[in-house]
Structure formats: C-alpha cells, structure tokens
C-alpha cells in the first residue's frame, strides 16, 4: 500500500481539483442552463488540466509529502502550486492552445446538435476555481492529519504517560506535533516548560508555557508528570545536563533530543529522540578542545596505537582518523575485537565511499623485535600505548602477567620507539598509579616513571596521561550492572562509601589527544574528572534508568576486593600541578630519575619473573622502587 501512495494522492488530488473546475463553473453561472456548455468545455480539457497540474506538482514535490505531517508549509507549497498552474492553464486556455486535443467531441454535433467554436472559458471561471482548489487539497491533507491526530488522542488516559517538554522553541514544537501524529509515542503532552519570560504564560498549540527548571520538581508534583522530555538542543551542553540530571532527580523519566538545531530541522526528529543514559545523569562538562594543536600531533603522520582493540584504544583509532593522518597502525593481541574494528572501517568506506588508513597487525608490546619491525617498516612518527593489563582483582592472582606486560611490555616497546627515533609516545596512565595499594595501580605507576625518565639522550618525547575511570568501557562497571540488571538482580558493589571518578570514553580520548599536543617530554597530564561518584548511587541510578524502582533490584554489598581502595586520587602529594592551554588538564612537577636507576628496576623484576618470586617478595620489590607503594589485601 505504501508503494503505491503517492499515486493514490495524486488521483485524490486529481479528483479534487476536476470537481472543483466543474463547482467553479456552476458557481459562476449561477447554476444556470448556460453553465452546461462551459461543463462541457471542462470536460473536454480535463486531461490537459491533470497534466498540467501533475507536472507542476511533481516540480515542487508536493506528492512526496505525507499528509499525517501536514503544517503550514505544506499548506503554502499546495498553494503555490495550484497558484501556478491555474495561471498557467488560463494563459493556455485564453491563447486556445488548448484544444482538447485528447477527446473526440465531433459526435456532439453529429448526435446532439451542439457545436463548440472554442474551448476558451471565462476569466471567472479560473479565478473561482484557483481558490476552491487551494481549499479544497489544503482541506484534505488537514482532514486526514486531524483524523490521525484523532485516533491518538482518543487512546485511553491510562496508556498515555503525562508528559512535560522542557522547551518551547522549534524544537519543542517539532517534537509536540511528533508526538501528536506518530501513535507509536504512549505521551499526553500537559504542557511546556521554559525560562525565556516572553514565552511563559503563552499558550502552543493548545499547551500552556510554564516557568522553567526552577519550578519543574513543582509542576512535576502539581500535574503528576511521568515524562520530562529535554528539547532544548541549542543551549549548551552544561545547560543541558544541569536540566536533564534535574528533571531526573525530581522522579521522572526522562528523554533527550540529541543533535543541532538545524539536523533537527532537516531530519527525522525521531531518530535524534532517545531515553538518556547514565552519562548524561553524571552531568559532565563539555569538553572544548584546540583542534588545530591537536590536528598537528597526527595530520599526514603515522600513528601507532597499540591496544587498539580495547575500549580506549579503538576509540583513540577513530578520533585519530578523523584528523588525516598519513596511516593508523593498531597492535593487539585480540584479533576477534581487532577485526570486528577494521571490519567496521571498511563498511564506513564501502557506505561513504572513502579510503580509510587503517591498518591492523596482531602484535604484542611484549616482542621488542616485533613491536621495532613495525615502527622501521611503516616509518611511525607517533604511538600512543593503550595495551595494558588493567583489571586490579585479575592482578592480584596473575601479579606477574601484571608486570610482564604493564612494565615489561612497556620498557620493551619504549626501547623499540628509542631505536626507530619515533619523536611521540603517548601512554595512558590510571588514577590508580597514585599512591597504589595494588599491584595493577604499582605496574602503572612504574610506566609512569619510565616515561619520566626514558627520554632523556634521545630524540623520543615520551608524555603520559592520567585519569580514572570511563564509561562503559570492556570490564568496567556499568556493562556489569547492566547485566545485573537485565537478569533481575542483585546489583553487587563492594562496599556503601567506595566512590569513583567518571568521565566518558570519547571524553577521556579527546583529552588525550589534547595533552599529547602539550608534550614537551616526561610530563604526566592528569585529566579533571569532575566529582566522583558513589558506586551505590550510580547504581541506584541505572534501576532507575531502566524503568525499575530500587525495591525490584537488591543491591548486596561483598565487601572490598583484594587491592581495591575507598577513593581513588589522582594526585601524588608532592607532584604538585599546573595549568595547561585547556581547563580539564594539568601538568604535573616532574619528577625525574635517572635512565639507569629504571633499568636497574626493570632488571630486578625480570629477574623476579626467573625465579618465580612470590606474591609478598613482589610487593616488597614495587615498595622499595616506589615510595607511595602500600598494598592492601582487604582481606575478609
């Protein structure tokens, strides 16, 4: 049926517009015998009329329009369509080019006595039936959306969700006529809300204006609203968020138009339309970053990232190609996630026709050799090193695989960027470097003081960067309460005051490549990372988001894990911080070693890697190398 609708319209237009010709010429005639004559004459031009106007109207698209979204547009480009063709067909008519020329009507002189000497018909009649046409197909596209706007709105009240839009602006309003023609969307729109003075109090469409974020935890109680609907797509983000984790924290369900105004505008408003996430409750800041600083670290460079298949590695690759290196090189072990990303580049470049530099190699920072191979081959200018083992209870029980990779892994590939003169590597650090008590957060803390060192004698810069958690990335804790989640419960935290930093992962990405542009060697860059956050209040959070009260999934607490701290820092106290180009980054005092001291490290634990030490004559080897090393077992 959807196939054929247009040519459905078209024949409803057509229809339309012959009997209102015929209307036009009784009306003008006063429904006289004379009128007759003048029908006839419309008869005979009626297929030189509908091609006239098909052609007209195919112009201006007017058949690919649907009537459930009829508005004032529509009604303006049928108008001017059928403005445009009625003048046309008179100019036509008053020249008697048109003779209907498809008809045969010599039989009327022949049977019936009556002999036409022009098809030519009067100026009263074009006039008249210009406006009966307009009427009547602005009349049937508005008929036909109030029957669908009908149909909705006598669903039953308890189906219906009350709803607010927070913002009465264009999207609002497009958002508003969504909802009131797409049957799909169970809401009951009471009314707006927004802070611009002028519009409050104002009635749209029928829904009253009220006052703004100040007064919807009110309204939210007065008018027992289910949905706030965030629509506000062109204030800033902060704004935004502030409205959003409000509109949240009064109670309600809330949705968000994600987007620009103008794709708004020009799209389907539908698919800018979804529930928000936990990201958008957390409320972080928008991040504004130099694009151009950044741009020169990567454009027509090659770029190494190594762990490109994890969740901060394979977003690193697709931030980095969108600033035109020369080539991507992502190194993992995991060929099943490094495949599924190249395959996900390739059917970018197939749909968009584009080349994209992506290259993949199975390869570990672990085989110096391999890791130097690559480097020479494919002449690298920049690695940023993302591979790393990083979950802290896994560490604990494989505390060597920790330091084979975390610190081993890292020397021998810092080696092999020394060898090939690669002038950037970029590492990624954790919150958990800082004053560790477990082993993972050691093994990172001694990749920092590599990285500090290392770069000394050379032509190699090597920066790190440090900051805590991001969301949802592989193991972290919102895929798993997700999980908990879906399965009815329990959700599982470790303790009721453990508390995290958050940011997202193209948040944390983008800032990594920011301070990597700052670089000017041994430099540790630590990320703001806002408030942190309780694990039991996230969690709480995402029963929420999921449409479930607190009292449907348990929350049982399993105490602290081996090696796991309270709070999270990011700071070791005599580090010391300053400020950099970009209010979310700080730089760090350096705090230099010598090279040798380093090497004497790594000497050390290749050689308790030998000897197969335990896991307290490890310990003992991280606490004399760093000072702020306390490990905690946390033991139950």
């Excluded at 911080?577 to 730089?587: D, F, R």
């Amino acid at each position: 049926m959807k196939k054929f609708r247009s040519h459905l319209l078209f024949a409803l237009d057509s229809f339309i517009i012959v009997v209102m010709y015929v209307l036009a010429t009784l009306l003008r005639f006063d429904f006289q015998s004379q009128s007759v004559e003048q029908i006839l004459k419309v008869a005979f031009l009626i297929p030189e009329i509908i091609l006239l106007y098909a052609f007209i109207f195919a112009l201006l698209g007017i058949h690919k329009s649907l009537w459930t979204s009829s508005s004032l547009y529509e009604a303006i480009t049928v108008s001017s369509g059928v403005m445009i063709s009625a003048s046309l067909f008179w100019a036509l008519n008053q020249m008697n080019t048109l003779t209907g020329m498809f008809v045969d009507y010599s039989w009327m002189q022949r049977n019936l006595g009556i002999t036409l000497t022009t098809l030519r018909l009067p100026n009263g009649v074009h006039l008249i039936a210009m406006v009966l046409i307009i009427t009547g197909l602005n009349f049937a596209r508005f008929s036909y959306r109030s029957y669908r706007l009908a149909l909705h709105s006598i669903k039953p009240a308890k189906e219906l969700k009350r709803t607010l839009i927070y913002g009465a602006g264009d999207a609002g309003q497009m958002m508003l006529k969504e909802i009131l023609r797409n049957p799909t969307y169970a809401f009951k729109v009471v009314g707006f809300l927004d802070d611009d003075p002028y519009k409050q109090g104002k009635i749209i469409s029928g829904i009253p204006v009220w006052s703004g974020e100040k007064q919807l935890c009110y309204i939210r109680a007065k008018e027992k609203i289910e949905v706030v609907i965030v629509a506000i797509p062109s204030a800033p983000l902060k704004t935004q968020k502030q409205v959003i984790k409000k509109a949240f924290a009064c109670g309600t369900e809330v949705f968000t138009l994600h987007g620009s105004q103008a794709m708004l505008t020009k799209g389907d408003i539908s698919k800018s339309f979804a529930k928000i996430s936990i990201n958008d409750v957390l409320g972080r800041n928008e991040v504004k970053l130099n694009n151009d600083l950044i741009e020169s670290v990567v454009k027509d460079k090659v770029v190494l990232v190594t762990g490109a298949a994890g969740s901060i590695g394979s977003e690193l690759v697709r931030q980095i190609i969108e600033l035109h290196p020369s080539l991507v090189i992502g190194t993992d072990i995991n060929e099943n996630e490094l495949y599924a990303l190249e395959q996900a580049f390739q059917m970018r470049a197939r749909s968009e026709d584009i080349p994209i530099p992506f290259t993949p190699l199975i390869a570990s920072i672990r085989d110096r050799a391999h890791m130097f191979k690559i480097i020479k081959e494919y002449k690298v200018d920049v690695i940023f090193h993302a591979a790393a083992h990083k979950h802290v209870p896994l560490m604990e029980t494989a505390y060597m695989e920790a330091i084979k990779n975390n610190v081993l892994g890292t020397y021998k590939l810092y080696q092999a960027a020394i060898a090939g003169q690669v002038p950037l590597v970029v590492s990624i650090s954790t919150d958990k470097a800082v004053n560790p008590t477990n082993i993972m957060g050691a093994s990172k803390r001694l990749m920092e003081m590599m990285a500090q060192s290392m770069g000394e004698g050379t032509n190699t810069k090597f920066v790190s960067v440090r900051f805590g958690n991001v969301l949802g990335s592989n193991g972290s804790v919102i895929p798993l309460f997700t999980k908990q989640i879906e399965a009815g419960g329990p959700i599982t935290v470790t303790h009721p005051e453990m508390v995290r930093y958050f940011m997202s992962i193209p948040e944390a990405v983008s800032l990594v490549l920011q301070a990597s542009s700052y670089g000017e060697g041994g430099e540790i860059f630590v990320l703001d990372m806002g408030e942190p956050v309780k694990i039991v209040d996230l969690a709480k959070n995402m029963i929420r988001l999921a449409g479930l009260k607190e009292e449907d999934i348990k929350i049982e607490y399993t105490g602290l894990r081996p090696g796991e701290k309270l709070y999270e820092e990011l700071l070791i106290s005599d580090e010391g911080l300053k400020e950099t180009g970009n209010e979310l980054i700080y730089v760090t005092k350096p705090m230099h070693l010598q090279r040798d001291v380093i090497e004497s490290y790594v000497k050390q634990l290749e050689s308790c890697i030998e000897n197969e030490v335990s896991k307290a004559e490890l310990i003992e080897v991280l606490s004399s190398m760093i000072p702020t090393f306390q490990h905690k077992e946390n033991k139950a």
